[in-house]
């Protein structure tokens, strides 16, 4: 819930960073599909620090914080 409320943050403030994000997902799942362990890890480093970056890039502490957003909590049964 924490990670979906500063994402939901970070595209507000970047929007390009969703497609960003998107595509590094893309890649990574690809490559544990196609049972290839080094790209898989080397587009998760990539995706972590380009969340990193985006933060920065958007004006947010990456280390601060996170404003709990209750919109993001899951849907109860």
């Known amino acids: 819930m924490l990670l979906h409320s500063a994402t939901e943050l970070l595209y507000q403030r970047s929007p390009r960073a969703r497609f960003r994000l998107l595509e590094a997902h893309?890649?990574?799942?690809?490559?544990?599909?196609?049972g290839n362990a080094e790209p898989a890890e080397r587009w998760m480093r990539k995706h972590i620090e380009d969340f990193r970056r985006g933060y920065i890039v958007a004006g947010m502490d990456f280390k601060g914080p996170i404003k709990f957003n209750a919109?993001?909590?899951?849907?109860k049964p």
């Open 26 to 34: 893309r890649h990574v799942l690809e490559a544990i599909e196609a």
């Open 71 to 75: 919109r993001c909590q899951p849907a």
